[in-house]
């Protein structure tokens, strides 16, 4: 059965909305996605205009077109006016984004995708905060049993408040994504990275002791704020604070967690930009 053409709500501004996974089915021949209550895609967010773009259906497939919205419309990160949309691709309204399917195959395409929805972040790609803290209590349970190192790292931007001030906060999300990005492209595949709050990473490093984790964290910290990040034109400046610490008589991820924000927390006050044990 091919399915219905649909979007689904990958993101929606933040890591606990209700609104995400929501299902869009497209029916008929054309489709406002706004803020107003009267567009037929509702995305109740500032940063979206009240027409912001119209989803049109030819014999070809559904074309989006951007309605001269105040923050623009993008897919798969690229700014457009009007574009054909492929299967998979990823749609940016204001924070807000969708997943078009419109395959062969659309109901597993969903149903897979509601699955992605379920562990990761989809603003970053990396494991959400649920997904993570599953797997970290089973990676506590065998460090203790075959007597083997575990240890975290975590990573927060420092003053993302000031930068979603002066820049706005969809350029706060690119920065948040861009950082995400540079860190995966540096982890070999034990490595398990979690977006676990807004600003804060944290990453998963089995059978690895607390000076080889601190030399790693402070080596990711420096190598991914190396470069300052482009977002439409303007030019952000991002440094990090880390924190590193091994599994020691924490009774569960919560404690061990909080062990590590602890460190984050000394960096933070001893300057910023820097990594604490």
């Known amino acids: 059965m091919r399915g219905q053409p649909c979007l689904i709500l990958v993101y929606a ?3 606990d909305s209700p609104d995400v996974g929501c299902r869009y089915d497209l029916i008929g021949d054309e489709l406002i996605i706004g803020r107003s209550s009267d567009a037929d895609i509702q995305v109740d967010r500032d940063s979206v205009s009240r027409r912001h773009a119209r989803l049109a259906r030819s014999e070809e497939g559904w074309t ?11 897919v798969n990160n690229e700014s457009v006016r009007e574009q054909p949309l492929a299967d998979g691709d990823y749609i940016k309204i204001g924070n807000a984004i ?54 975290l790292v975590a990573l927060d ?26 860190t995966l492209t540096r982890l070999d595949r034990f490595e398990v990275l979690c977006r676990y709050e807004g600003s804060q990473f944290l990453l998963l490093l089995p059978e690895v002791d607390v000076e080889q984790a601190a030399i790693h964290g402070n080596e990711l910290r420096q190598a991914i704020t190396n470069e300052a990040v482009h977002s439409d034109g303007d030019l952000v400046v991002v440094t ?18 909080r062990s590590v ?12 930009n820097q990594l604490a044990r």
């Open 13 to 15: 501004g933040s890591l």
């Open 64 to 74: 989006i077109a951007d309605l001269q919205s105040t923050n623009g419309t993008y």
């Open 98 to 151: 969708f997943r078009f399917f419109g395959g062969p195959n659309v109901v597993a395409a969903v149903h897979e995708e509601q699955y992605k929805i379920a562990v990761t972040c989809a603003l970053t790609g990396c494991f959400n905060r649920r997904y993570f803290v599953d797997l970290l209590e089973r990676e506590m349970l065998r460090a203790r049993y075959f007597g083997r190192a575990l240890s």
């Open 157 to 182: 931007i420092d003053q993302l408040k000031v930068i979603n001030e002066t820049f706005g906060h969809l350029t706060g999300d690119h920065v948040i994504h861009e950082l995400a990005r540079r």
């Open 240 to 257: 990090l604070s880390g924190g590193a610490v091994a599994l020691a008589s924490e009774p569960d991820a919560a404690s061990f967690i």
């Open 261 to 272: 924000q602890d460190a984050v927390s000394r960096a933070k006050k001893a300057g910023r």
